[in-house]
């Protein structure tokens, strides 16, 4: 059974995601190195000390040691664990998903997010058991003071006062609550925070970055010159502009990219997005002469053809922002400075500085366990085929999500409401496929 997806383990707990899995993750980790250390984080989902418990008891078992930082960042634990030296950071955290979801991410020790093949290793070690002598067993420590270090980080990337600019916060009762207020705090500009508790039962629940409405109206309540949104585990940010309108992870990367430019930061002039970057922010970047690349959806295959082409920005629409100068990871906190930052130096409006206009995009999401077998038949395949060749203005994208039971169709192009009849009727394809396995 495949445990890993493009991000971790995920999905339902109990169903997808349970004690079993977690003992046997922290189990297997301690078969990969002797005494191995792990720093551990988590978001404020319910079953979140469930699956600390479980999986600490399998590195216990296996003679490793956690330190528990307690609610956190994932990018905090990712920057903890490079910079104190840990074989391995571990988030409890299903990020954007609802709230009764949970999973596993772990960063190796140079703060990267593991690849596929490190993974599928790890995943071939569940249920093989390390077991220590009684007397070698491991040690779990609490250490929540070290979530300062990571604010301390964050707070040396404001490269200016924020004096006179209003921000408004949703930390989506997640991960965030605590360091995203402490930081900007730090930074001069005048803070409203919403959604700032911590609460597994509201995480993610018509809030945050999967849905701002509640953010812009508090942008447009306050006459404040910037919303940032921030998901379960805050890896994730989409902004919101003075008028309250949204301002997701493309527009946002488009102008860091532009601001790193500016400053002669910008690497071989070269910025990485995914397939589903918006086409006009690929076509208005080349007009500043800046190339894109697109890589895969997943922040790490960003982050890897970041690597591969030694590129020092990527990112997603969805809002996974790597800004590898910083740090090797998404960092919703991290780009939301940075972009606060950008509207201080320009003296203008957010809507001001973008300076584009997207091509329209219609997406349908699909709820289906059978998003493997649709994906591979080939009728389905052909289909999708011979609706790209019928639409050759349109950009048509059918993929299966790695984190839930999903199939996402997106079609870009000029005409919107064709782009929509487009996405329909393969959704319609989708259904006439399932019904018939």
């Known amino acids: 059974m495949n445990f890993f997806g493009t991000d971790g383990i995920r999905g339902k707990v109990f169903k997808d995601i349970n004690h079993q899995i977690a003992f046997d993750c922290g189990n297997a980790l301690c078969k990969t190195k002797e005494k191995v250390k792990i720093i551990l984080g988590k978001d404020s989902r319910v079953s ?43 988030m409890i955290s299903a990020s954007h998903n609802p709230p009764d979801n949970n999973g596993i991410k772990i960063f190796a020790s140079d703060g990267e997010k593991l690849g596929d093949e490190r993974e599928k290793n790890l995943e071939s070690k569940f249920g093989d058991y390390l077991i220590v002598d009684s007397m070698k067993l491991g040690k779990y420590v609490q250490k929540k003071n070290l979530v300062h270090k990571y604010e301390q980080f964050l707070i040396q990337a404001f490269d200016c006062d924020l004096s006179g600019v209003s921000i408004v916060l949703d930390c989506c009762f997640g991960a965030s609550v605590k360091v995203a207020k402490n930081v900007f705090r730090k930074s ?23 849905n701002v409405t509640m953010l812009s109206k ?31 992870g493309d527009k ?3 102008l860091l990219a532009l601001d790193l430019k500016a400053k002669n930061k910008l690497k071989n002039n070269l910025v990485v997005g995914t397939v589903l970057t918006n086409l006009a ?67 203008m ?12 995009q219609h997406s349908i999401n699909i709820i289906t366990e059978n998003k493997d077998k649709i994906m ?41 409401e064709k782009a929509k009849e487009i996405a329909n009727i393969i959704k319609d ?9």
């Open 48 to 90: 979140g000390d469930y699956l600390t418990l479980s999986f600490c008891l399998g590195v216990i078992y296996g003679g490793g040691s956690v330190d528990d930082v307690g609610l956190c960042p994932s990018a905090g634990v990712a920057y903890l664990t490079k910079a104190l030296k840990y074989d391995y950071g571990v």
């Open 188 to 210: 001069g500009a005048k803070i409203k925070v919403i959604n700032s508790t911590p609460c597994g039962a509201k995480i993610n629940v018509s809030c945050g970055a999967t």
């Open 218 to 248: 508090e942008v447009i309540k306050n006459h404040a010159d910037l919303g940032l949104a921030f998901d379960g585990d805050s890896d994730r940010v989409i902004a919101v502009d003075e008028n309250g309108k949204e301002v997701d």
């Open 252 to 254: 946002i990367l488009y």
């Open 281 to 347: 922010i690929v076509e208005k970047l080349k007009e500043k002469n800046i190339s894109m690349l697109l890589a895969s959806v997943g922040d790490k295959y960003v982050i890897e053809q970041m690597k591969k082409n030694n590129s020092k920005l990527g990112g997603e629409k969805a809002g996974h922002i790597i800004i590898s100068d910083y740090l090797d990871t998404g960092d919703g906190i991290l780009a939301g400075i940075r972009l606060a930052c950008v509207i201080k130096k320009q003296g």
């Open 349 to 360: 409006p957010l809507s001001k500085l973008l300076d584009i206009n997207l091509y329209p």
């Open 376 to 416: 591979s038949n080939e009728e389905f395949k052909k289909y999708v085929e011979l609706m790209q060749n019928s639409n050759k203005n349109f950009r048509i994208l059918v993929r299966k999500s790695g984190t839930e039971n999903l199939l996402r169709i997106m079609v870009e192009g000029k005409e919107e």
């Open 429 to 437: 394809k989708v259904i006439e496929i399932e019904k018939g396995l």
